[in-house]
T-cell receptor, first 116, second 109 residues
Framework: GAVVSQHPSWVICKSGTSVKIECRSL??????MFWYRQFPKQSLMLMAT?????????EQGVEKDKFLINHASLTLSTLTVTSAHPEDSSFYIC????????????FGPGTRLTVT | EDQVTQSPEALRLQEGESSSLNCSYT??????LFWYRQDPGKGPEFLFT???AGEEKEKERLKATLTKKESFLHITAPKPEDSATYLC??????????FGQGTELSVKP
């Protein structure tokens, strides 16, 4: 149980274009999903918390207009990187909690974004 | 301030050489301590949750223990396939996970 998938696993896009990353909970309903960013040899950095049916809560320093998060259903959250630039190249990982108010998070396999 | 510190940053072991990874934490009210394994280019894989001092959990060659200030991940007779980065994390009052920087474990045959 508690399986989270992400699509795509990797994507290359040109500078100035937008790219969408999907995060799905496969065998449970995820009231809350999280989006992280990870640079090489560094730990995970929380970008935002998304709750189904409401606006995402962004961490300090994360541009909400650049990283659009939509949590339209209990099994799907999307992260759209708008007008991507090379500095947005990173490893993006989503996670979800299996139960409401649970602290244990289950992570997706990650999406490698490269902006050229 | 809530904080998680892991040591060492990197650990190289020979196959069969047992050792321990440390995770020290400072948090207002422990709501669980989580250990994850992360392979290169992959998302973290959940290993253990510990909730109270004195608690221990085991899975194959791994055993996690918890005190009031730190947690240890003991690796007994490791194999090359145990090579990965091990992350520990605690949730803060807002429910967000505070991660340590991780310990990169390399086990040589």
């Amino acid at each position: 149980g508690a399986v989270v998938s992400q699509h795509p696993s990797w994507v290359i896009c040109k500078s100035g274009t937008s790219v969408k990353i999907e995060c799905r909970s496969l065998d449970f309903q995820a009231t809350t999903m999280f989006w992280y960013r990870q640079f090489p040899k560094q730990s995970l950095m929380l970008m935002a918390t998304s709750n189904e049916g409401s606006k995402a809560t962004y961490e300090q320093g994360v541009e909400k207009d650049k990283f659009l998060i939509n949590h339209a259903s209990l099994t799907l959250s999307t992260l759209t990187v708008t007008s991507a630039h090379p500095e947005d190249s990173s490893f993006y990982i989503c996670s979800a909690t299996e139960e409401p108010l649970a602290y244990e998070q289950y992570f997706g396999p990650g999406t490698r974004l490269t902006v050229t | 301030e809530d904080q998680v510190t892991q040591s060492p940053e990197a650990l190289r072991l020979q196959e069969g050489e047992s050792s321990s990874l440390n995770c020290s934490y400072t948090v207002s009210g422990l709501r669980g301590l989580f250990w994850y394994r992360q392979d290169p280019g992959k998302g973290p894989e959940f290993l253990f949750t510990l909730y109270s001092a004195g608690e221990e959990k085991e899975k194959e060659r791994l055993k996690a223990t918890l005190t009031k200030k730190e947690s240890f991940l003991h690796i007994t007779a490791p194999k090359p396939e145990d090579s990965a980065t091990y992350l520990c994390a605690v949730p803060n009052q807002g429910g967000k996970l505070i991660f340590g920087q991780g310990t990169e474990l390399s086990v040589k045959p």
